[in-house]
């Protein structure tokens, strides 16, 4: 079970973490990733984590901004966004998968992971 929070409302160029809290050990899930969806567009990948190695993925919109982390000790995944746009309004979704490959982690598709969280919504004005 993977459960998100610290969404909310935020200024554009101003700062938002947002966690996702999972009910098992996340060193157990190969790969863990941030997707986002704003109504009638199909969700995206957002930045991804790795854990065999801590490389790490981060959209091309993203990269400068975003920052994808893990605390293993705390079972949590995390996502710094700095430098907000009011585009970056979304309903974001941690996601985890126990087996996925390395080759995939990077590529942002949400069919390649099993597990979800709800989402968080994140608004920037």
């Known amino acids: 079970q993977l459960v998100e929070s610290g969404g909310g409302s935020g200024q554009a160029g101003g700062s938002l973490r947002i966690s996702c809290q999972a009910s098992r050990v996340t060193y157990n899930y190969h790969c863990m990733g941030w997707f986002r969806q704003v109504p009638g567009k199909a969700r995206e990948g957002v930045a991804a984590i790795y854990t065999g190695n801590q490389q790490t993925y981060i959209a091309e919109y993203a990269k400068g901004r975003f920052t994808i982390s893990k605390d293993n000790a705390k079972n949590t995944l995390y996502l710094q966004m700095n430098s907000l746009k009011p585009e970056d309004t979304a309903t974001y979704y941690c996601?985890?998968?126990?087996?996925?490959?390395?080759?995939?982690?990077?590529?942002?598709?949400?069919?390649?992971?099993?597990?979800w969280g709800q989402g968080t919504q994140v608004t920037v004005s």
């Open positions: 996601a985890a998968d126990p087996a996925m490959a390395w080759v995939l982690c990077f590529l942002g598709r949400e069919y390649d992971y099993e597990y």
